[in-house]
């Protein structure tokens, strides 16, 4: 399978404490995207970083890609409770289609 | 703007008989539409891609006579789950994209389909 790998599988912070997970992969990319999705809904793109750029920054959010250990991690700086949900990684291995990870279930506890 | 419906949001139905799923892109023309399946607490596997106008292109192990996708118009895709079993239950989401903007994804808020 293609699919991505994102740990933690959940994490629980506190309100106001930074979430940090990770997403690896396994084959060359073109780009790798983020998306939330709250509890039973559909996904909210992020942030897109294409395979020659190593950090974008986006208001809270920081993520960074390093193509040579097939990983990268999105930042939420300042959690707020509103940023609870799952976050899934999506690549794309040089056609339209999107690879999503297996997601982190992010919990922040006001 | 790049807002998609999908419509019903949640159904109920029997098993043996069909559903229809409507994803609609409602301030773009959508040249690509695809259809995922997520199950609880799980990623998203992605089950076919369809262009307007011509078949969809199905995923290994999805049964194309089972799950009938139809992109009738730029703004239209369907997904049919025909002779639905309880296996089918299951959340169903469909995104799109822009003509030559085929990696930024625009996702509906999903359907979430029970057979009993």
């Known amino acids: 399978s293609q699919q991505g790998e994102e740990d933690p599988q959940a994490l629980s912070i506190q309100e106001g404490e930074n979430a940090t997970m990770n997403c690896s992969y396994k084959?060359?990319?073109?780009?790798l995207q983020w998306y939330r999705q709250n509890s039973g809904r559909g996904l909210v793109h992020l942030i897109l970083?294409?395979?020659?750029?190593r950090e974008k920054h986006s208001g809270r959010l920081r993520v960074t890609l390093d193509t040579s250990k097939k990983s990268s991690s999105l930042l939420i700086t300042a959690s707020r409770a509103a940023d609870t949900a799952s976050y899934f990684c999506?690549?794309?291995?040089?056609?339209?289609?999107?690879?999503f990870g297996t997601g982190t279930r992010l919990t922040i506890i006001p | 703007g790049a807002v998609v419906s999908q419509h019903p949001s949640w159904v109920i139905c029997k098993s043996g008989t069909s559903v229809k799923i409507e994803c609609r892109s409602l301030?773009?023309?959508?040249?690509?539409m695809f259809w995922y399946r997520q199950f609880p607490k799980q990623s998203l596997m992605l089950m076919a891609t369809?262009?307007?106008?011509?078949?969809?292109?199905?995923e290994q192990g999805v049964e194309k006579d089972k799950f009938l996708i139809n992109h009738a118009s730029l703004t239209l895709s369907t997904l049919t789950v025909t002779s639905a079993h309880p296996e089918d239950s299951s959340f169903y989401i469909c995104?799109?994209?822009?003509?030559?903007?085929?990696?930024?994804?625009?996702f509906g808020p999903g359907t979430r389909l029970t057979v009993t």
């Open positions: 301030d773009f023309q959508a040249t690509t």
């Open positions: 369809s262009n307007e106008g011509s078949k969809a292109t199905y």
């Open positions: 970083i294409r395979s020659n750029e």
């Open positions: 084959t060359s990319i073109n780009n």
């Open positions: 999506a690549t794309n291995f040089g056609n339209e289609k999107l690879t």
């Open positions: 995104s799109a994209s822009k003509a030559g903007l085929p990696y930024e994804q625009y």
